[in-house]
């Protein structure tokens, strides 16, 4: 079971009937299978209008959140990925199967299949962006540095 949210929408991926439904944040069914025909999905995420599902053992495939296929095999030939994060234009699977994350682009593109690789069984990924007000804290503090530096001397 995964969950990904857009808006008010809540997509939850269902590996025993290899289904994905979609519901309103309050609760309401939109439709209990919005895409269906999966072979054991096993991870899923949400980034905007985008659904990135591992389909099968293998496969990642693109998916729009109103349920029209984009590309059913946007990324092929891994060894059971398990979970997935979106950083701007690039997709970071974890590989269960053989303890690699790869990096490839939202477009499918390979960037690196083994970025980090030796790992033993990963199943969870996370990129953490710091919010805007952390951003401004850290400019401000960066150019006090800055004007500091340069009216000591």
């Known amino acids: 079971l995964a969950l990904g949210l857009s808006g008010n929408d809540l997509f939850v991926l269902n590996a025993m009937s290899g289904t994905v439904g979609e519901y309103t944040t309050s609760g309401a069914t939109v439709s209990a299978s ?8 096993q991870g899923m995420l949400v980034d ?13 495939g693109e998916y729009t959140t109103s349920g029209a296929t984009v590309n059913a095999t946007l990324i092929s030939g891994l060894s059971s990925p398990t979970a997935m994060t979106v950083e701007g234009n690039d997709l970071f699977v974890a590989n269960y199967g053989n303890g690699t994350i790869g990096e490839y682009t939202t ?4 960037v690196n299949a083994s970025l980090v690789s030796g790992l033993i069984n990963p199943d969870g990924l996370v ?21 500091f530096r340069h009216r000591v001397k």
């Open 34 to 41: 919005l895409i269906s025909g999966f072979n054991g999905p």
């Open 48 to 60: 905007g209008n985008d659904l990135f599902i591992n389909t099968d053992p293998g496969h990642i």
């Open 107 to 110: 477009s499918g593109a390979t």
């Open 127 to 147: 990129i953490e962006t710091p919010e805007p007000s952390t951003l401004a804290l850290i400019g401000t503090g960066t150019a006090a540095l800055f004007l």
